[in-house]
């Protein structure tokens, strides 16, 4: 023995066994793709997230891709930032029907007023803007089984607002 001890003498080795698939080595193709949209255009508004399956989520997406550039890009002082974090307006203690008495009705009357608030000046671009906004929505109606059709109707305005921009 080279180094003198039998511990690797008493240690019983695996038999090596053949394979018995011939495979050939696969060949991955890797696509790079170029970016085509800026930051706040659908599909990379919302960058790691999967796309929404809601029509509204989608309708909202499409507005805010449709703003000018003459439309300013939001801030964090902006209305529609409040809606960049819907983690923040949630309460998991809470279940899925009534989180939207309890919790989003108040906080879109609170945000977005009752119905009759001009809120063109309050429409901005950019994550922090509508896509914020459409992110808010994806969120409640997917993670928290709210029902798009609440969002709708309370979010009317602002969705005509937008489109006159």
Known sequence: MKDGSLLKFLKPRPEPVPATVHAEPVQQIVAIKEPTA??????????HKTPSESPFVHKLCKISNALPTSV?????????????????????????EDLWEELLNPFLKDKLGWGNTNLEAAVRRGRLGLEAVADFVQYFVEKR???EALFEGKMANLVECANKR
């Open 38 to 47: 800026s930051s706040s255009q659908l599909g990379s508004h919302d960058g």
């Open 145 to 147: 089984g709210v029902d």
């Open 72 to 96: 300013p890009e939001a801030t964090q002082s902006d209305l529609l930032a409040h809606f960049a974090d819907p983690a923040v307006q949630d309460n998991p203690e809470i279940s899925s």
